[in-house]
């Protein structure tokens, strides 16, 4: 079974630091992308940024960039979002998803079809 599960969210003051995990089963994470989207209460859904599996490139929404970064550990089968210099405005349930392709870019996360997701983890930033 294809499955996706966050955790590590929680409670952070402004500009503090989380690390949110995405560990998959069920496939591997070495031949397919994972996105990050998130949404904040009463908000729409937002792209954060992505990682392809050919070559662990990155794409990262202007609003998070160069203060979210995303890797992947092969070895556990589990891609991270790293968030520093968090602020109110980063409050929002998070969540991984792919579309069971390769590679995926900031297109791919607005317009595709995100075929797997997790369930979800909640960051909550105070000011």
């Known amino acids: 079974q294809v499955q996706l599960v966050e955790s590590g969210g929680g409670l952070v003051q402004a500009g503090g630091s989380l690390r949110l995990s995405c560990a998959a089963s069920?496939?591997?994470?070495?031949?397919?992308?994972i996105g990050w989207l998130r949404q904040a209460p009463g908000r729409e859904r937002e792209v954060v940024g992505c990682?392809?599996?050919?070559?662990?490139?990155?794409y990262y929404a202007d609003s998070v960039q160069g203060r979210f970064t995303i890797s992947r550990d092969s070895a556990k089968n589990t891609v991270y979002l790293q968030m520093n210099s968090l602020e109110p405005e980063d409050t929002a349930v998070y969540y991984c998803?792919?579309?069971?392709?390769?590679?995926?870019?900031?297109?791919?996360?607005?317009?595709?079809?995100?075929?797997?997701w997790g369930q979800g983890t909640l960051v909550t930033v105070s000011s």
């Open positions: 998803a792919t579309d069971m392709s390769r590679d995926m870019s900031i297109a791919t996360l607005f317009f595709g079809n995100l075929e797997v």
């Open positions: 069920g496939f591997s994470l070495d031949y397919f992308a």
């Open positions: 990682i392809n599996s050919s070559d662990g490139s990155t």
